[in-house]
């Protein structure tokens, strides 16, 4: 019985915290994007370096591995290791002309 009234005030308490994250952008941006847009980023730097190896030769033979390489492993990279922690509006710099 003590069990489920402690079970019962935990999921209370974290479900009366909701609104105040909801409240708070930065906050619940931020966690959003640690739990789950990083590591979505990391997934999709894994599988754009092995689109990258695979689009390899044919970039070769293109003249196109530059641009291959900084759209599959560069952007990836960049959004996931030096985009600041929560911001989704910025898209600075990588890869765009000045």
């Known amino acids: 019985m003590r069990k489920t009234i402690l079970t019962a005030a935990v999921i209370f308490m974290i479900l009366l915290s ?14 959003a994007d640690t739990l789950i847009v990083r590591p ?8 754009g370096t092995a689109g990258f190896i ?3 030769p044919f970039a070769l033979t293109s ?3 530059e641009t291959t390489a900084r ?6 990279f960049h959004f996931t290791f030096t ?6 509006s910025r898209r600075d710099g990588f890869g765009q002309d000045p």
């Open 54 to 56: 695979v689009s390899l």
């Open 63 to 65: 003249g196109s591995v």
């Open 83 to 88: 985009r600041p922690l929560g911001d989704f």
């Open 71 to 76: 759209e599959l492993v560069g952007e990836p």
């Open 18 to 31: 909701v609104p105040a994250l909801a409240a708070d952008n930065g906050g619940a941006a931020i966690i």
């Open 40 to 47: 979505l980023g990391i997934a999709s730097l894994a599988l």
